[in-house]
């Protein structure tokens, strides 16, 4: 779940600290969010999970706030 979270936030352009306020985590939890994402999906760069995400509809909507 704060996976998906983090996801959400980081496709809204959110910085990591960003990230880290709005889920009241550390910048190294989100981090290793980040990481564990990118492994289930098979991506290598922030920037392939993000154009993965996209092209995939991945996030409908969000309940973090």
């Known amino acids: 779940?704060?996976?998906?979270?983090?996801?959400?936030?980081?496709?809204?352009?959110?910085t990591r600290k960003e990230i880290a306020e709005q889920l009241g985590v550390s910048c190294s939890s989100v981090g290793s969010y980040i990481e564990r994402i990118m492994l289930k999906l098979?991506?290598?760069?922030?920037?392939?999970?993000i154009d993965y995400a996209w092209k995939n509809q991945f996030l409908i909507f969000n309940n973090a706030q």
């Open 1 to 14: 779940h704060q996976e998906m979270n983090c996801l959400y936030f980081l496709l809204r352009g959110y």
């Open 42 to 49: 098979g991506c290598k760069r922030r920037s392939e999970l």
